[in-house]
């Protein structure tokens, strides 16, 4: 079973520059996360999907960030304007309700090798 | 607010020791329970995932148990390995929500 797929895997922007993510899930998996990951801390939900309906985008500064899931399969994460805050890594994460045995339980995460952008 | 705590931040132990990572958290009413592996500069790898209704999940090595009403879970590492060395997270979750994750343990097995 192929995993969560990402591109890129590195960025540097100048701030103020545009940047985007794409994020391909685990085949099947209806719910995709974008999470946010600044050194030395735990993952930060930016926004998770339910097929291509958002379910919770409280966490995601909406003047500058946007995402969409068009035909509920894959993802794109877009920064506009950068800020110097934004440098981290941006994880993308899928999972099913529905459990695969010897492979995954109901609601199991799994996350992509994620993209490191960096904001100069 | 589900708030996740991870004790220690960090272990230096070597190699074929048995070691202990704590987890705890706020909110005793969640799903299931995961915990991660994550390499510096990769992205998160699940090690076991444990659903509300169980006590522990087993895999190899590792063994992972669940104490929900007093919002425990720990991971015990058994006979250590410097392979093993990364960064080792916690994140309980609710059904069909994103997980809360605390900032980590830094393990380090020397050989």
């Known amino acids: 079973e192929a995993g969560v797929a990402q591109s890129p895997r590195y960025k540097i922007i100048e701030k103020r520059q545009s940047v985007a993510f794409w994020c391909n899930p685990i085949?099947?998996?209806?719910?995709l996360y974008w999470y946010q990951q600044i050194l030395g801390q735990g993952p930060k939900l930016l926004i998770q999907f339910q097929n291509n309906g958002v379910v919770d985008d409280s966490q995601l500064p909406k003047d500058r960030f946007s995402a969409e899931r068009l035909k509920g399969v894959d993802s794109t994460l877009k920064i506009q304007p950068a800020k110097l805050e934004d440098s981290a890594v941006y994880l993308c994460?899928?999972?099913?309700?529905?459990?695969?045995?010897?492979?995954?339980?109901?609601?199991?995460?799994?996350f992509g090798p994620g993209t490191r952008l960096t904001v100069l | 607010k589900q708030e996740v705590t991870q004790i220690p931040a960090a272990l230096s132990v070597p190699e074929g020791e048995n070691l202990v990572l704590n987890c705890s958290f706020t909110d005793s009413a969640i799903y299931n329970l995961q915990w991660f592996r994550q390499d510096p500069g990769k992205g998160l790898t699940s090690l076991l995932l444990?659903?509300?209704?169980?006590r522990e999940q087993t895999s190899g090595r590792l063994n992972a148990s669940l104490d929900k009403s007093s919002g425990r879970s720990t991971l015990y590492i058994a006979a250590s390995q410097p392979g093993d060395s990364a960064t080792y997270l916690c994140a309980p979750g609710k059904a069909g929500t994103a997980l809360i994750f605390g900032k980590g343990t830094t393990l380090s097995v020397s050989s």
């Open positions: 994460a899928s999972s099913s309700l529905h459990p695969t045995p010897g492979l995954a339980g109901p609601n199991e995460q799994f």
């Open positions: 444990i659903q509300s209704s169980q």
């Open positions: 085949s099947g998996h209806a719910t």
